[in-house]
């Protein structure tokens, strides 16, 4: 190993006024570590789906009754608050890991050679979503679990899943020029299957508005609808995007398309399916706890399906070469 070099004044101030400049100065991941951070960032947004899902389901959401402390007295659940104060201010706790998953990806998004502009952006465009998804976390607390606040929280934790999609596609892209590989009739064909994802999602939320699980054990605001009326409209929305996407892979077929947007669909198409059986089987059984967790996972992944379809439907040129960090004599050298 070689010896540390040593950090001088001027490089502590450099550290201090521009922290990720002074990184990446000093480090180049490779192709493959900022495919992992993106990945990280990723999974992190949809494990911030399914806690968020246990809090609602343990009826823990006002397990800590106040926000950004969580009582008046304590920042932190208490033993007093039992098993509901300890699942909320997890569930707030672990949105520190997933803003720690984001700082990396936006390291390395900053880090890598040459700087990848768009990459970092997109990296930034989570930071401020998580950030604002926080204080919207916060929100729905104070007053009382509302529930149009609680599908504004979960339609920003959507975007925010979509955003970390598509910078852990890119990661595996250069910046060069997008080329379409599937025809105009094509592509406008998945903009209606990701239109007609959106407003299923949507609908999702305003099931969950109006359904049984409140989110909490005392008296809860409720959206003013039928709830078995809303639930027969989502699950007609379901079946529109299973046959968007069942049409979509026989065209693609028909036509010839390459294997990618090919792959992509038939995976969708498997994804719907199993959330399908989950959504009748929660239904029929009186909305068991368990699979309505698994039914908000199934969300999450039906929707970075759908926009990996989208995502498949043009190339650049791939990333395949690692850049290498600098040597050691060469750290040695400028030190």
């Not at 509901?84 to 201010?89: D, L, M, R, V």
């Not at 502009?117 to 998580?130: E, K």
């Not at 852990?168 to 990701?194: A, K, M, N, Y």
Request: aromatic content about 8%; some cysteine.
């Amino acid at each position: 190993m070689g010896r540390v070099p040593k950090v001088t004044r001027a490089d502590a101030v450099a550290a201090v006024r521009n922290p990720l400049a002074f990184i990446a100065e000093r480090w180049t991941p490779t192709a493959r570590t900022v495919r992992r951070a993106a990945l990280a960032a990723l999974v992190m947004s949809v494990l911030i789906v399914v806690t968020g899902g246990a809090v609602r389901l343990t009826g823990s959401g006002l397990g800590c009754p106040t926000w950004p402390k969580c009582t008046d007295d304590s920042l932190t659940a208490t033993s007093a608050m039992g098993f509901h104060g300890a699942i909320e201010f997890g569930n707030r706790m672990l949105t520190y890991v997933l803003c720690a998953a984001v700082g990396w990806a936006i390291i390395a998004a900053r880090s890598v050679k040459p700087y990848r502009r768009g990459l970092t952006r997109l990296g930034w465009a989570q930071f401020w979503v998580v950030m604002s998804n926080a204080i919207l976390g916060g929100i729905v607390v104070l007053v009382g679990l509302n529930p149009y606040t609680v599908a504004a929280h979960f339609v920003a934790t959507s975007a925010l899943i979509a955003i970390a999609t598509v910078m852990w596609h890119r990661t595996r892209e250069s910046d060069g020029t997008p080329r379409p590989l599937v025809g105009r009739s094509v592509q406008q064909l998945v903009w209606f299957l990701v239109a007609a994802s959106v407003l299923l999602i949507l609908v999702g939320t305003i099931v969950t508005g109006a359904g049984p699980h409140a989110g909490d054990s005392r008296e809860v605001e409720r959206m003013p609808l039928d709830w078995e009326t809303v639930s027969k409209v989502h699950a007609v929305l379901a079946w529109i995007v299973v046959s968007l996407t069942f049409a979509l892979w026989f065209v693609l077929k028909a036509v010839d398309s390459p294997k990618g947007p090919q792959g992509r669909t038939r995976d969708l198409f498997l994804i719907l399916l199993a959330q399908g059986v989950i959504g009748y089987v929660q239904y029929f059984t009186d909305l068991p706890e368990i699979l309505v967790g698994l039914h908000m996972l199934g969300s999450a992944l039906v929707w970075i399906a759908v926009l990996r379809v989208v995502l498949s439907l043009r190339e650049r040129a791939e990333v395949v070469t690692d850049v290498p960090g600098p040597s050691s004599e060469a750290t040695l050298t400028r030190a």
